[in-house]
């Protein structure tokens, strides 16, 4: 497991949007086509404008978020909303984007939908997860009746319905982001740090999701800064 650590955000956002790019120009180059994962919050939106801003064929390259809050488009609490605003634009305006929530507030329909959609989509190129401050990722909560479905299952998505923060949630599981080339943790603050550090040492996905992911055996990329 490599750890990637920067002085600054903007430093990190620079190197990793980077970094990024070129994965993603050479999965295009190779396979014809690639496949971004992102995550919502507040973390990615400097690192996503980065990106969007890079001259790679966009017009290979797919994006999906790893998770959505089960909100209408225009509602604050929207991922979608966020990458279309801060991703989707520039140069990347090309790429192809798979919507979550596109058939709210039909959610069997939507789920079935999602399903079919990322099933069938190939190992990804690059997965970039964010962690919270109670050690869940995407939307794999600590405190949801949903988790051990979402680290078991080999459905490709599920719902979740927290209950320590607002909305359900349409999720990505552990064994479909698990189906990647490249795995990355996105992480920024020194309480995030340390977080992560609990997570590595709880010895239970049951209390710390992350760790499903930042194990030696699941050894998704650590990126981390101090916050500005």
């Not at 991922?79 to 192809?96: C, G, I, P, S």
């Not at 320590?164 to 064994?175: F, I, Y």
Request: hydrophobic share 45%.
């Amino acid at each position: 497991m490599s750890d990637h650590y920067f002085t600054t955000a903007d430093a990190l956002d620079s190197a990793l949007s980077a970094y990024i790019a070129d994965a993603l120009a050479s999965d295009a180059a190779t396979y014809g086509q690639a496949t971004l994962v992102v995550s919502g919050g507040s973390t990615p939106k400097g690192l996503f404008k980065q990106l969007s801003k890079t001259t790679i064929d966009w017009s290979a390259v797919t994006i999906l978020l790893a998770d959505d809050r089960w909100v209408p488009l225009d509602h604050e609490d929207s991922n979608e909303a966020m990458v279309r605003q801060t991703l989707l634009t520039d140069n990347a305006t090309k790429a192809n984007f798979i919507s979550l929530v596109a058939d709210y507030p039909d959610v069997p329909t939507n789920l079935a939908r999602v399903e079919a959609t990322v099933a069938a989509l190939p190992c990804f190129s690059v997965v970039i997860l964010g962690m919270g401050g109670d050690m869940h990722t995407a939307s794999l909560f600590p405190c949801s009746a949903e988790l051990a479905e979402g680290l078991t299952t080999s459905d490709a998505v599920l719902m979740t319905h927290p209950t320590t923060a607002p909305h359900a949630r349409v999720s990505l599981s552990k064994d479909r982001l698990l189906r990647t080339q490249r795995g990355l943790l996105h992480i920024v603050g020194d309480d995030k740090q340390q977080v992560l550090e609990l997570a590595r040492n709880a010895g239970s996905e049951q209390i710390a999701p992350i760790s499903a992911f930042v194990t030696p055996n699941n050894s998704f990329e650590v990126w981390w800064a101090p916050k500005p």
